[in-house]
């Protein structure tokens, strides 16, 4: 079946740092991405969200890169603190289908050193 | 967390017992879900409801039952039939049915049995 993955569980930077994490999806139907963010025993947190029709959108301190050629998705997040230490994964939606259900990815671990 | 709240934070069970985790939303969604959440995993989707009075199973619904009779209100029933239900548990819930409107989560529930 179609799959939404990560290239890397865990990424270490230092404060201040820039992050890229990754996410390679399988389902080139899929027409609406979005990045959560899950600290430690809490619920995930929308982040930021991209369409098909979009190649790159920023928030604050985030960006999101959609390549649709190669299926591949990135979350960016510019001088990474301490405080953006979470699990990060991305999410796709597809186009089609009554229900609209969302496939997830196992999430990247990143830790921000001080 | 937003307006979806899930209760308890934690919950410890006996083997042999039924438990019921709480979902309430108070965003006017029309759709809620529920996921499972087990380490080094993506969240896996066990029921889901559209509408009041109607849902459907998930990919692991085995084990679990659920009930939409109030719009913000969504419990999941974890049974005796679930053979493995450490995890934690997270409800989610969308502005519009059969759309792909953002899902927002709530806290979560951690389930261990004893």
């Known amino acids: 079946g179609e799959s939404v993955g990560l290239h890397l569980p865990t990424l270490s930077v230092q404060e201040g740092d820039n992050s890229i994490i990754n996410c390679a999806y399988s389902?080139?139907?899929?027409?609406?991405f979005i990045w959560y963010k899950q600290e430690s025993g809490k619920g995930p947190q929308f982040i930021i969200d991209?369409?098909?029709?979009?190649d790159k959108r920023q928030g604050q301190r985030v960006t999101v890169l959609l390549n649709k050629t190669v299926k591949h998705l990135s979350l960016q997040i510019a001088a990474t603190q301490p405080g953006d230490s979470a699990v990060y994964f991305c999410?796709?939606?597809?186009?089609?289908?009554?229900?609209?259900?969302?496939?997830f990815g196992r999430g990247t671990s990143l830790i921000v050193h001080p | 967390d937003g307006g979806i709240t899930q209760s308890p934070k934690y919950l410890f069970r006996k083997e042999g017992q039924n438990v019921t985790l709480s979902c309430e939303q108070n965003?006017?969604?029309?759709?809620m879900y529920w996921y499972r959440q087990d380490p080094g995993q993506g969240l896996r989707l066990i029921y889901y409801?559209?509408?009041?009075?109607?849902?459907q199973k998930g990919d692991i619904a085995e084990g679990y039952s659920v009930s939409r009779e109030k719009k913000e209100s969504f419990p999941l029933t974890v049974t005796s039939a679930q053979k493995n239900p450490t995890a934690f548990y997270l409800c989610?819930?969308?502005?519009?049915?059969?759309?792909?409107?953002?899902?927002?989560f709530g806290p979560g529930t951690r389930l261990t049995v004893l």
């Open positions: 991209i369409r098909s029709n979009m």
């Open positions: 389902n080139s139907a899929s027409d609406y």
């Open positions: 965003l006017n969604h029309d759709a």
């Open positions: 999410a796709e939606n597809p186009a089609s289908g009554g229900s609209y259900i969302p496939t």
């Open positions: 989610a819930s969308r502005p519009r049915a059969g759309t792909t409107d953002t899902q927002y």
């Open positions: 409801s559209q509408i009041v009075n109607d849902f």
